[in-house]
């Protein structure tokens, strides 16, 4: 979760590290610190809060080094403070590490190194792991091997730097199941758990994969296995252009992101649509075309977001594609012994490409003889690099925490993914051609919604104080409802409730009265006459209603009776709603939350990319 960098070469490394940890601050923000090596002497400054509360301190010290590293903090062990902030030192106060990811057996090694007399001033399970590697170089004199010899007997995961004032010049780092990348530039060296805080300087990359160890100099670097064997990999290039990581005028990423989404989506489709055949072509998938052809189930999974997207991918793929599909969340699929064949395809979806679940949930999965695809937004992510094919989302770095534009080109590309292979089965030419032309007209129509802006932040305003949503959906639209209250709750903290509309009146109705506003998706499709039963029902116990309706559809009459508000979206077939019904959501949710005044981009406890499990 937590987002590191590390730097060695000529430039003021604080600079660096400052500017790094900005970039890497939306994976965790509870405390940040650094630490250098200055004149040979080890320097560490941290502090709890945001990274405005490290800046302070650091712009009013004088210090100068060309190597060190940084550390934005979201925790797991231990409270946000300045103590159990990281970087964390081990006993002689000379080994100094930043570390992402957690240490499962840190209560016994804690256990031990207290019974040797070794001492700790954080409740955190990386300053355990700092002191063991500075008992064992007490034996070894040799930081490589000290670092080495300790991940030997780690449980658990890390993504981790390492450096001493008794070896100056050097950065260990390793990682296990949480991101590394090592940038290359020009007589220097940067690595970081993400590449945007690397593209400032070099787009050359090496991605170190589990169990890896960097050793970095300022004119070398060398990797090796931690079990001692020197490698080569072969070096990469960043796909990201650093006009990609700015704001572009808008108050929020956030907001930027949902503005984006009409860009985003051509993205996720330039070039994969043949137009006079209805045919769908997708590089990545071409060496298992043939495991796709006689797929007999696909498993779908993800964590939150990801996992709406998933469960409209079911509703897609099954709908054209005839193929059986399950949803699974990817933290319980991988715990729960699933039953999988070789014929069954497993599918990771992921913005991120970095999260725990999903990627163990991917190794599971191949552990068992299935094919596994990752539908996934960040190129060279651990994700993309496990599974055995994919398909990448080119949606542009997400940077707002609560995913939006990676959803709709995630939806985008379960709905490309289900025609390919719909196409293979039993849709027709003349179908096919329908989709794809409608497909192409999605950047448009989201344009059109996106004007809409300011009549949905009127409406949030009536509302931002209201402490409870409900959002009611069926069909394609019953994960929409779920992902439009997740996004209230994420960026405005207001309690939110998805419902599939026909459940409501099993439990929840109870919770309606005249203070509830209820969100409803009423857009044109063949149950339209269902849910206007469900608005009924909420109407009879005086619930506020917001529908998303479809222009022209002459059923609305019944929505301009009972709706307080009606926000309106461009017709499209029901297989493609979803990727537009979503928007007015991600806007009601943004101006609700801007009303509360809260953290939109870094919302409370939350971080981007969820590293832990
Ligand atoms: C919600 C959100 C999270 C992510 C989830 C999976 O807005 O962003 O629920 O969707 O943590 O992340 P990825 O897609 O990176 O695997």
Redo the contacts with the bound molecule.
């Keep these: 979760m937590c987002g590191i960098i590390g730097y060695i070469g000529n430039r003021n490394a604080i600079d660096v590290l400052m500017h790094g940890l900005k970039r890497v601050e939306y994976r965790g923000y509870d405390s940040a610190g650094i630490s250098i090596i200055e004149n040979n002497k080890l320097v560490t400054i941290k502090k709890s809060g945001k990274l405005t509360e490290l800046y302070k301190v650091i712009s009013h010290s004088n210090h100068f080094s060309n190597i060190g590293f940084g550390h934005t903090r979201w925790a797991t062990h231990g409270e946000p403070n300045d103590i159990n902030a990281h970087p964390h030192l081990d006993n002689s106060g000379k080994i100094s590490i930043v570390h992402n990811g957690i240490i499962e057996n840190c209560a016994i090694l804690k256990d031990l190194l207290l019974k040797q007399g070794y001492t700790f001033k954080s409740e955190t399970d990386t300053e355990v792991l700092a002191v063991y590697i500075g008992s064992i170089y007490e034996k070894t004199k040799d930081l490589t091997e000290a670092t080495r010899l300790a991940l030997s007997n780690i449980v658990g995961t890390f993504g981790l730097l390492v450096i001493s004032e008794y070896e100056p010049d050097k950065i260990v780092g390793a990682r296990r199941g949480s991101p590394l990348v090592l940038g290359i530039g020009q007589n220097e060296y940067i690595l970081a758990s993400d590449q945007t805080a690397i593209v400032d300087y070099t787009k050359r990359v090496i991605y170190p994969d589990d169990d890896e160890m960097v050793i970095v100099t300022k004119d070398n670097y060398i990797l090796k296995t931690l079990d001692n064997i020197e490698i080569n990999k072969k070096e990469s290039t960043i796909d990201l252009e650093l006009k990609q990581l700015e704001k572009k005028g808008f108050e929020h990423f956030m907001l930027k992101e949902i503005f984006e989404q009409g860009e985003t989506i051509e993205n996720a489709t330039r070039g994969r649509m043949i137009f006079d055949t209805g045919n769908i072509k997708l590089g990545g998938l071409t060496e298992v075309t043939d495991k796709l052809r006689k797929a007999r189930r696909i498993i779908l999974t993800?964590?939150?977001?990801?996992?709406?997207s998933a469960l409209v991918g079911e509703y897609m793929i099954e709908s054209l594609a005839g193929i059986p599909v399950e949803v699974e969340y990817?933290s319980e699929f991988r715990y729960r012994n699933p039953i999988l064949s070789e014929e069954d395809i497993v599918i990771?979806?992921?913005?991120?490409?970095?999260?725990a679940d999903?990627l163990e949930a991917i190794r599971e999965a191949k552990r068992k003889g299935c094919t596994t695809l990752g539908i996934v937004?960040?190129v060279g992510s651990s994700?993309a690099r496990a599974t055995d094919a994919g398909v990448y989302l080119h949606a542009g770095p997400?940077i707002g925490?609560?995913?939006?534009k990676?959803?709709t080109s995630?939806i985008t590309i379960l709905l490309l993914l289900a025609l390919y292979l719909g196409r293979m089965n039993n849709i027709s030419q003349m179908d096919g051609i329908r989709i794809v032309n409608e497909i192409k007209l999605l950047p448009k129509k989201i344009n059109t919604i996106l004007q809409q802006a300011p009549s949905i932040q009127k409406i949030a305003k009536q509302y931002a104080n209201s402490p409870n949503f409900l959002y009611l959906g069926r069909g394609y639209n019953y994960p929409i409802a779920l992902?439009g209250a997740?996004?209230l709750k994420?960026i405005s903290y207001v309690h939110a409730e998805g419902y599939p509309a026909a459940e409501m009146k099993h439990g929840p109705l109870a919770l309606i009265d005249e203070n509830m506003p209820v969100v409803v998706l009423a857009t044109k499709d063949d149950i339209f006459d269902k849910l206007c039963s469900n608005i009924e029902e909420v109407k009879a116990r005086k619930g506020k209603i917001i529908a998303i309706a479809t222009e022209g559809n002459t059923g609305n009459k019944v929505l301009e009776d009972k709706a307080e508000h009606i926000i309106y979206i461009p017709e499209t077939s029901n297989i493609i709603t979803p990727i537009l019904s979503i928007i007015p959501l991600q806007l009601l949710a943004y101006y609700i939350a801007l009303e509360r005044g809260t953290e939109i981009d870094t919302p409370r406890h939350?971080a981007?990319?969820?590293t832990v499990e």
């Design positions: 993800g964590c939150g977001t990801s996992w709406h990817a990771a979806i992921s913005q991120s490409g970095e999260t999903t937004n960040i994700i997400e925490v609560a995913s939006t990676a959803f995630q992902e997740l996004k994420e939350l981007k990319s969820v």
